[in-house]
């Protein structure tokens, strides 16, 4: 309703993301994956928007990418490999543009490594 009220309010939408993410992770630890990836899908939505509307906000991008991991691994454990690979390079591709804007980012390069693994992982 906050995000109906003012539709305008960017930090409603992520608040909103960030509700359905923590939805989106209940629903894949009881084993409701079919719920879980439309609830991941719904976060994804909001978050595509909110990277699209600035992208220089870095906090905005890397959130789009943890949301693509959250639908990756939904996918993965679903049994849709090729979907949750997909999933994982969209979100890598975020990540590599942060890392290229900032190299000496830590926490970007833990994020880039952590991608590539789950990348690595998932082809076997």
Not at 81 to 109: C, F, T
Request: proline share 2%; net charge positive; hydrophobic share 40%.
């Amino acid at each position: 309703s906050l995000v109906k009220g003012e539709p305008g309010n960017a930090n409603w939408h992520r608040g909103l993301s960030v509700a359905l993410i923590k939805v989106g992770d209940v629903l894949t630890k009881n084993g409701n994956l079919s719920d879980s990836i439309a609830t991941y899908d719904e976060a994804l939505a909001i978050r595509k928007e909110l990277a699209k509307s600035d992208p220089s906000n870095a906090f905005w991008q890397r959130d789009l990418a943890v949301a693509y991991s959250k639908l990756a691994h939904a996918h993965f454990q679903a049994g849709s490999r090729d979907r949750a690979v997909s999933a994982l390079e969209n979100g890598k591709s975020i990540i590599s543009k942060l890392v290229e804007i900032a190299p000496g980012n830590a926490v970007w390069q833990q994020d880039l490594a952590w991608f590539n693994q789950q990348i690595s992982e998932m082809r076997k």
